[in-house]
T-cell receptor, first 114, second 121 residues
């Protein structure tokens, strides 16, 4: 069994300040973890993924996430928010290896204030 | 990189009619595709797993006769919403795992279509 909890449904930051979107996971096996971004009325775009290699993962658009097994967390961060980062972010967990069914978190809406 | 294309992106239909949504994998073959439904301001809920050449596997609570899935080829899966009603209005998204891509960039990473917005009047 697997599940993912996104601790904040909304996060608001000022442009140029750091972004932190929190995600905790639960998995009965070795997980793969992903962050996806969704802009309004659009599909999902992969930001980054963790698949049992380096625990600090760098993604696109300056985002990164750190896999912490002891804390069962995979928080998404960015040093400096841009207006274009305003979107919905989903943390996703699946079983490692092969083509597994994934489980979505409930999403975090990021608002960036000018 | 791997691309999943959905069509149409927007569709409006009258209550009682049927609507077909196509999901195509471009530049790769997909033996398995996934169909999701997303209500406004909510997360994606898996509806069914579409398997090429065999019956789809539906998640609990999803009506098989309501949401017909056909995966007739390695690059095409279709979702047909039959006898649509206003409560079927939603954002439908498909996804697939690229099985053959250049390098390893797309391996084991679910690739999503841009989604199809269905509005039933």
């Amino acid at each position: 069994a697997q599940s993912v909890t996104q601790l904040d449904s909304h996060v608001s930051v000022s442009e140029g300040t750091p972004v932190l979107l929190r995600c905790n996971y639960s998995s009965s096996y070795s997980p793969s973890l992903f962050w996806y971004v969704q802009h309004p009325n659009k599909g999902l775009q992969l930001l980054l993924k963790y698949t049992s290699a380096a625990t600090l993962v760098k993604g696109i658009n300056g985002f990164e996430a750190e896999f912490k097994k002891s804390e069962t967390s995979f928080h998404l961060t960015k040093p400096s928010a841009h207006m274009s980062d305003a979107a919905e972010y989903f943390c996703v967990v699946s079983r490692s290896g092969g083509y597994q069914k994934v489980t979505f978190g409930t999403g975090t809406k990021l608002q960036v204030i000018p | 990189g791997a691309v999943v294309s959905q069509h149409p992106s927007w569709v409006i239909c009258k209550s009682g009619t049927s609507v077909k949504i196509e999901c195509r994998s471009l530049d790769f073959q997909a033996t398995t595709m996934f169909w999701y439904r997303q209500f406004p301001k909510q997360s994606l809920m898996l509806m069914a797993t579409s398997n090429e050449g065999s019956k789809a596997t539906y998640e609990q609570g999803v009506e098989k006769d309501k949401f017909l899935i056909n995966h007739a080829s390695l690059t095409l899966s279709t979702l047909t919403v039959t006898s649509a009603h206003p409560e079927d209005s939603s954002f439908y998204i498909c996804s697939a795992y690229p099985t053959r891509t250049r390098g390893d960039a797309g391996a084991n990473v679910l690739t999503f279509g841009a989604g199809s917005r269905l509005t039933v009047l």
